[in-house]
């Protein structure tokens, strides 16, 4: 296969699954977390040609030199995030500069490091979410990344052309890690009010992103994955 798979942030939840899914179809795959054990760790479960290396989106300035030694790139995810409670009457200025500069710099510097690596027919996914469609108390900057992610493939696909670049918005993946010990009662009032009546899983999001990152003509895309649930 021509060029690895860069997963940034994929020592957890929906980025691991998708290097999973990739490692188990025999790709070479590099994983990122902010601490090398981590990356290693993950590495390790992922199994196959997977490596693990440590990289700080909010540090945008290391991220040049963290991805220097990576070889032909494929196809990257960009999954990484941080969460950040953070309203606007209790404002956590360093909680915003922190979760900006990660989504907005750092997606962005990721994507500049990579470029002398990609292949011709490369493509890129970057994760946003639905707290742009649907805010809430405290979600203003979460809303507002998310908001820039999905301008920001348009610029990069057509300064960047021919590569590809896409992005995910999911709703609520009940099984992953983050939401999977939330109270029952949270994740049943996002189930009822979903019209198909079941949670976005784990395995819709990657069977979402190996579509984005395959079809070669799909490009410039916000693809919501959220089985409706924006209507109700
Ligand atoms: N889970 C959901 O229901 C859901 C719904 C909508 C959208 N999303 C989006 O999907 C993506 C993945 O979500 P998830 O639930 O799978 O997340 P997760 O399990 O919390 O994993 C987050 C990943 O980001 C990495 N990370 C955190 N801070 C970082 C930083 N400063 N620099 C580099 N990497 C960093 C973590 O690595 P270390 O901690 O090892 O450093 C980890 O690999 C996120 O962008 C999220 O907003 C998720």
Redesign the pocket.
């Known amino acids: 296969m021509d060029g690895n798979v860069v997963v940034?942030?994929?020592?957890?939840?929906?980025?691991?699954?998708i290097a999973g899914h990739y490692a188990s179809n025999g790709w070479d795959i590099v994983?990122?977390?902010?601490?090398a054990d981590?990356?290693r760790a993950?590495a390790t479960e992922i199994g196959g040609s997977t490596t693990g290396i440590?990289?700080?989106?909010?540090?945008p300035h290391e991220i040049g030199a963290r991805l220097a030694d990576l070889g032909s790139v494929r196809y990257l995810v960009?999954?990484?995030?941080?969460?950040d409670e953070n309203t606007v009457t209790d404002y956590n200025i360093d909680g915003a500069i922190?979760l900006s500069t990660?989504?907005l710099v750092?997606y962005t510097e990721v994507v500049h490091a990579l470029l002398p690596r990609f292949t011709n027919d490369a493509a890129v996914v970057l994760?946003?979410?639905?707290?742009k469609d649907r805010p809430y108390a405290g979600s203003t900057t979460?809303s507002t990344v998310?908001g820039g992610v999905t301008t920001m493939i348009n610029t990069l696909a057509v300064e960047l052309a021919p590569l590809r670049f896409n992005a995910?918005?999911?709703?609520?993946?009940?099984d992953?890690?983050?939401?999977e010990g939330k109270p029952a009662e949270v994740l049943e009032a996002v189930r009822t009010r979903t019209p198909t009546g079941r949670l976005?899983t784990?395995a819709d999001?990657v069977h979402a992103v190996v579509f984005l990152l395959e079809n070669g003509s799909v490009n410039a895309v916000n693809l919501v994955v959220d089985g409706g649930s924006l209507l109700g």
């Open positions: 940034v942030g994929g020592s957890s939840g929906l980025g691991k699954e994983v990122t977390s902010r601490d981590r990356a993950a440590s990289l700080d989106l909010s540090a960009v999954a990484a995030v941080e969460r922190y990660l989504k750092g994760f946003g979410g639905l707290a979460v998310n995910i918005h999911p709703a609520i993946v009940g992953s890690p983050y939401w976005v784990t999001v």
